[in-house]
C-alpha cells in the first residue's frame, strides 16, 4: 500500500523549534543567578525615536531656524554586553553597540550608521524563576557615523545622551543560558533638538558564567 508524502512546512519546522526552545526552558532549573556571575550576551533588535528639532534654514527671508519634525529608525542594531552580578538581583551591565540609521525628514531620507556606549543597572523582579521579569536604568551615549548634521554644508558628529528605562525578562535555558526579551523608553539629549524618546525592542541570548565554588564570597 502506497502512502502519500506531505512535504514539510515552514509551520512545521516553526513548530519544531518552539517545542526544541521550550523542551530547554522546562528543563531548566528555576534558581537565582549567583552572586559574583558574569551575564556575557548580545541582542538583536531596533530602536524607533520621533522628535522636533531646530534646523536653520536659507529659504527664509532673513535666514534663521524653523522646526521640523525628525522620525528615525535604528536596524538592525546589535549590541555586546557584559553584566556582573553583585547580589542575585542587582546586576551593573556595561555594553557596545552599533546600527544603521535610517532618518526620514520633510527634506528628504538619510542613511547613516550609529555606534553607542552604555552601562546600566538592572534589577530582577523574580531572582530565583525560570522566567524572571527585570526593570533598569542607567545612561548611554551614542554618536551619528560620517558627520551627519543639522546645518547643511557644515557636517560634525553629533554626540546623543540617553538615560534608558528596560523593562524585560530573562528565561533560563538549560544550565547557562539565558534568553531576553526587552523593551521600554530611552530619553535622549543633543544640542539640536528638545528631549526625544525613543522606543527599543531587542531579542538576546547570553551565557552565565559563576564563580569557582566560594569565589563570591
Same mark, same amino acid.
Given at each position: ?22 523542551? !530547554? ?6 534558581? @537565582? ?10 541582542? @538583536? %533588535? ?10 536653520? *534654514?536659507?529659504?527664509?527671508? /532673513? ?6 519634525? &525628525?522620525?528615525? =529608525? ?7 554586553? @557584559? %553584566? #556582573?552580578?553583585?547580589?542575585? /538581583? ?8 552599533? *546600527? ?15 555606534? $553607542?556606549?552604555?552601562? =546600566?543597572?538592572? #534589577? ?6 525560570? @522566567?524572571?521579569? #527585570? ?7 551614542? *554618536? +551619528? ?7 547643511? !554644508?557644515?557636517? %560634525? =558628529? ?7 528605562? &528596560? +523593562?524585560?525578562?530573562?528565561? $533560563? ?13 530611552? /530619553?535622549?539629549?543633543?544640542? #539640536? ?10 531579542? %538576546?541570548?547570553?551565557?552565565? =558564567?559563576?564563580? /569557582? ?5
Amino acid at each position: 500500500m502506497n502512502r502519500s508524502t506531505r512535504p514539510v512546512r515552514m509551520r512545521d519546522l516553526l513548530f519544531f523549534a518552539l517545542s526544541l526552545w521550550a523542551s !530547554f526552558v522546562v528543563t531548566a532549573p528555576a534558581r @537565582a543567578t549567583e552572586r559574583g556571575s558574569w551575564e556575557i550576551g548580545m541582542d @538583536a %533588535g531596533a530602536e524607533f525615536t520621533t522628535r522636533t528639532i531646530e534646523v536653520f *534654514s536659507f529659504v527664509t527671508p /532673513a535666514g534663521g531656524f524653523i522646526t521640523e519634525h &525628525e522620525s528615525m =529608525v535604528e536596524v538592525p542594531q546589535a549590541t555586546l554586553r @557584559a %553584566g #556582573y552580578f553583585l547580589t542575585e /538581583a542587582l546586576s551593573i551591565e556595561p555594553s557596545f553597540g552599533f *546600527s544603521t540609521l535610517l532618518i526620514d525628514r520633510p527634506a528628504g531620507q538619510v542613511a547613516t550608521g550609529s555606534a $553607542r556606549v552604555g552601562i =546600566v543597572g538592572t #534589577y530582577a523582579l523574580a531572582p530565583r524563576a525560570t @522566567a524572571s521579569p #527585570y526593570i533598569g536604568t542607567g545612561a548611554s551615549i551614542s *554618536s +551619528v557615523l560620517g558627520g551627519l548634521s543639522d546645518v547643511p !554644508f557644515f557636517p %560634525g =558628529v553629533r554626540t546623543r545622551f540617553g538615560v534608558p528605562l &528596560e +523593562v524585560g525578562v530573562r528565561i $533560563r535555558a538549560g544550565q547557562s543560558g539565558l534568553l531576553r526579551i526587552q523593551s521600554g523608553a530611552i /530619553a535622549r539629549f543633543d544640542d #539640536y533638538a528638545k528631549t526625544a524618546w525613543t522606543i527599543p525592542i531587542q531579542l %538576546g541570548w547570553s551565557w552565565v =558564567v559563576e564563580p /569557582a565554588p566560594g569565589g563570591s564570597r
